[in-house]
């Protein structure tokens, strides 16, 4: 492949002049930045065409913040549940567990925002029923019922900004040094806030006249984090709005919306609101609320940036609350750029696709910090490969426009294998751009629906707890997404209430429910109205496809736990008809299994958390193991429907999935276009271009097949590799 240079940031700082102009040649970067903890060099304008800088408008001037106290962050939380062993005044610390250089508690109109709830009895303690002693922060109820489990709902001041806290520990920052302050956040709702941070932008514009692109990072509330005793995370929601809050927008939100919230709506017994839960409609009405007051605060900031000559970028993370890319106000802000960490092929399509910006950027990993760099058993190549061939499916599908690294470039110079690699890298993603011409991949002539509590506002967010994390709990079914991500098909997020309100949209060819019982994914109570089984099933019978993963449509009613049994040809066995016999028949040489070794051999991760059973004999069972059904298809009317599990990602379970969707389509044709015989193989095709793009997926070479336009070529690749062919 000729090499070609562009498209990429290179993250640089002070003292290494020479290597910073040898690296930047070799990756052929044409922008550069710095990180947090670093600055730019002299030379920064003089090695690329753009030079971007972070910028932190609710944190960074701590002379202003230590000046004005009361305009700290708030954050909701709760205190640890301690039970009253007598009727003895029972004394409660609401700091007790959590990092005291993080928070303090905040005692502005406590009777307002602090709630004392007894936990067993649900009932909320009156405020004569307590007191707090604001010199030591224990509260104290007076006359507490014995046995009963209590807890303190209360808003607390964020006193140490908590990325910068972050990376000051992770990092190992010294504490005698004077440019690592602890820096303290500051709310733009508060007083003589908002004009500061316009000015204090305008001023340090001004001064920097060397930066084109203003990388705010990103503008004013953190996703949910609290630390614990010992400076570690406690608790982490990057969907969270806990930290959203303060007296004065409780106070504007009843205003507007006419009804009070309770410190109950954000603390919520403890789950924070989690993406998980079924999502309230006081919880909804404050996304809107604070998305709204957000946006508005941030389109102002990047005016300012434009009229200095700048452009403005985003990061996608950090203080992105209010800022949700696919929400109805992000367009409004006006900015140039996105950029975000890419952690899965989910994580980079999430960015790749966000609408309403000029171009978006991607962070690979590994960040060049000491816990990779620096660190025995870091392995700083091995995680530079994971990131690129996870996120290299999701831009071969709807490539990003930029890429680039971050942290302290100096690290990463120790390591000459790993420039070597990401060098590689950098130029594998400007063929992407180059001989695609533009122009994306063909898809599958129908659309996949995910059907959810969220919808189009968390698209590609489904089943994340901290951006792209591991979770025991979730992986088995964010292997969805992660698969969708790659594969050849048009993806809409769809949400209950869309469905009921307008039905199915007639782009969607093949639905999918995807998530554990009682979760915002499954649906919960969303099912106990029929009326949402009676579209679905009328959709499907029509000649549509549903596909089903762990516990689907769960809801305890009728008889039934899976709400859509008849439609999916199973339910799922809760030790309540254990007297009932079953005598399921293994299909074997099924299109959808046609990929796995033995029907047994189906990997579903942690799976549905109990027995599966067919419900019906015409349900064909395709992967039967240990008394559980793990894959099963079904007929119902013109239509078909295909049950899974558990679906985690791996490239047999990609192909088993996009199998299955063109199974419960109709539309098995497709498995003879533009397909690849070995699953660690995908195949992008350029129709306009009368290219195809064939990537390995696996670390070790493969063999395939590519079969389309009535020929076949026959490849082998190199691990990880790809390969360019011209069809004519």
């Given at each position: 492949?000729?090499?070609?240079?562009?498209?990429?940031?290179?993250?640089?700082?002070?003292?290494?002049?020479?290597?910073?102009?040898?690296?930047?040649?070799?990756?052929?970067?044409?922008?550069?930045?710095?990180?947090?903890?670093?600055?730019?060099?002299?030379?920064?304008?003089?090695?690329?065409?753009?030079?971007?800088?972070?910028?932190?408008?609710?944190?960074?001037?701590?002379?202003?913040?230590?000046?004005?106290?009361?305009?700290?962050?708030?954050?909701?939380?709760?205190?640890?549940?301690?039970?009253?062993?007598?009727?003895?005044?029972?004394?409660?610390?609401?700091?007790?567990?959590?990092?005291?250089?993080?928070?303090?508690?905040?005692?502005?109109?406590?009777?307002?925002?602090?709630?004392?709830?007894?936990?067993?009895?649900?009932?909320?303690?009156?405020?004569?029923?307590?007191?707090?002693?604001?010199?030591?922060?224990?509260?104290?109820?007076?006359?507490?019922?014995?046995?009963?489990?209590?807890?303190?709902?209360?808003?607390?001041?964020?006193?140490?900004?908590?990325?910068?806290?972050?990376?000051?520990?992770?990092?190992?920052?010294?504490?005698?040094?004077?440019?690592?302050?602890?820096?303290?956040?500051?709310?733009?709702r508060k007083n003589g806030v908002w004009e500061h941070v316009k000015e204090a932008l305008s001023e340090w514009l001004t001064k920097h006249p060397e930066v084109d692109v203003?990388?705010?990072?990103?503008?004013?509330?953190?996703?949910?984090?609290?630390?614990?005793?010992?400076?570690?995370?406690?608790?982490?929601?990057?969907?969270?709005?806990?930290?959203?809050?303060?007296?004065?927008?409780?106070?504007?939100?009843?205003?507007?919306?006419?009804?009070?919230?309770?410190?109950?709506?954000?603390?919520?017994?403890?789950?924070?609101?989690?993406?998980?839960?079924?999502?309230?409609?006081?919880?909804?009405?404050?996304?809107?609320?604070?998305?709204?007051?957000?946006?508005?605060?941030?389109?102002?900031?990047?005016?300012?940036?434009?009229?200095?000559?700048?452009?403005?970028?985003?990061?996608?993370?950090?203080?992105?609350?209010?800022?949700e890319p696919y929400g109805p106000y992000f367009p409004s802000i006006g900015l140039d750029a996105v950029v975000g960490s890419a952690g899965s092929a989910a994580t980079t399509r999430l960015i790749s696709d966000i609408p309403g910006v000029k171009y978006t950027e991607v962070r690979f990993l590994p960040y060049f910090f000491p816990d990779v760099f620096n660190h025995d058993g870091g392995d700083p190549v091995g995680e530079a490969n994971d990131s690129w061939i996870t996120s290299r499916r999701a831009i071969v599908r709807h490539p990003l426009d930029r890429m680039g690294y971050g942290g302290y470039v100096s690290l990463a110079l120790e390591f000459p294998e790993f420039i070597e690699r990401i060098t590689a890298i950098s130029q594998e993603f400007r063929n992407i751009h180059e001989f695609s011409g533009g122009e994306l991949p063909q898809n599958a002539p129908f659309t996949v629906g995910i059907l959810n509590a969220w919808g189009s506002l968390r698209t590609w967010q489904t089943h994340m707890v901290a951006h792209a994390l591991w979770y025991k709990a979730t992986y088995s079914y964010v292997g969805v997404i992660e698969s969708l991500a790659g594969l050849p098909f048009k993806v809409r997020f769809l949400s209950f209430d869309e469905v009921l309100e307008g039905g199915v949209p007639e782009e969607v060819g093949v639905l999918i429910n995807a998530g554990a019982a009682g979760t915002s994914y499954s649906g919960g109570e969303a099912w106990a109205d029929g009326r949402l089984a009676e579209i679905l099933r009328e959709w499907v019978a029509a000649g549509h496809g549903l596909i089903g993963v762990?516990?689907?449509?769960?809801?305890?009613?009728?008889?039934?736990?899976?709400?859509?049994?008849?439609?999916?040809?199973?339910?799922?066995?809760?030790?309540?008809?254990?007297?009932?016999?079953?005598?399921?028949?293994?299909?074997?040489?099924?299109?959808?299994?046609?990929?796995?070794?033995?029907?047994?051999?189906?990997?579903?991760?942690?799976?549905?958390?109990?027995?599966?059973?067919?419900?019906?004999?015409?349900?064909?069972?395709?992967?039967?193991?240990?008394?559980?059904?793990?894959?099963?298809?079904?007929?119902?009317?013109?239509?078909?429907?295909?049950y899974f599990s558990g679906l985690p990602y791996s490239f047999t379970n990609s192909r088993t999935l996009q199998r299955a969707l063109y199974w419960a389509a109709g539309r098995e044709d497709l498995l003879s276009t533009w397909f690849t015989t070995h699953p660690a193989t995908e195949v992008a095709w350029y129709p306009g271009r009368r290219k195809m793009l064939v990537t390995n997926n696996a670390y070790e070479a493969v063999t395939t097949t590519v079969l389309g336009d009535e020929r076949e070529w026959q490849l082998t690749l190199e691990p990880m590799g790809s390969a360019w062919v011209d069809v004519d």
């Open positions: 492949m000729p090499r070609t240079t562009g498209r990429v940031t290179l993250p640089i700082q002070e003292g290494i002049d020479d290597q910073l102009r040898e690296l930047a040649q070799a990756l052929g970067a044409d922008a550069v930045r710095n990180s947090d903890g670093t600055w730019l060099p002299e030379i920064a304008s003089e090695l690329v065409d753009k030079v971007y800088s972070t910028y932190f408008p609710a944190r960074g001037d701590q002379e202003w913040a230590l000046a004005h106290p009361d305009t700290l962050v708030n954050q909701y939380l709760m205190s640890a549940r301690v039970t009253a062993m007598s009727d003895a005044p029972l004394q409660i610390d609401v700091l007790d567990s959590y990092f005291r250089e993080q928070f303090q508690p905040c005692y502005e109109r406590v009777e307002k925002f602090w709630e004392v709830i007894d936990r067993t009895s649900s009932e909320v303690v009156p405020v004569s029923g307590w007191s707090v002693d604001q010199t030591t922060g224990i509260l104290t109820v007076a006359q507490p019922t014995p046995w009963h489990e209590y807890t303190v709902s209360f808003l607390a001041n964020q006193i140490w900004d908590t990325t910068q806290m972050y990376n000051y520990i992770t990092n190992g920052w010294d504490e005698t040094d004077p440019t690592r302050v602890k820096e303290r956040p500051y709310d733009v203003v990388r705010f990072t990103t503008f004013f509330y953190h996703f949910t984090i609290a630390f614990n005793t010992d400076g570690k995370e406690k608790f982490v929601d990057w969907f969270g709005y806990s930290a959203s809050v303060s007296p004065e927008a409780i106070d504007a939100f009843e205003a507007e919306y006419g009804y009070e919230l309770r410190a109950e709506d954000f603390v919520d017994a403890g789950y924070y609101n989690s993406p998980f839960r079924m999502p309230t409609q006081h919880f909804r009405d404050w996304i809107n609320f604070q998305s709204r007051f957000v946006s508005e605060r941030a389109k102002d900031l990047v005016k300012i940036a434009h009229e200095a000559g700048r452009e403005a970028m985003m990061f996608l993370g950090d203080n992105w609350i209010g800022t762990g516990e689907p449509a769960a809801y305890d009613k009728g008889g039934s736990f899976i709400q859509l049994s008849d439609v999916l040809g199973v339910d799922r066995e809760r030790q309540l008809t254990l007297n009932t016999d079953r005598y399921p028949t293994l299909v074997e040489g099924h299109v959808i299994t046609a990929d796995l070794k033995r029907a047994s051999a189906f990997d579903d991760g942690e799976g549905a958390g109990g027995d599966v059973y067919t419900v019906s004999e015409r349900t064909q069972v395709l992967s039967y193991d240990d008394g559980t059904v793990k894959i099963a298809a079904n007929e119902f009317g013109a239509g078909r429907a295909v």
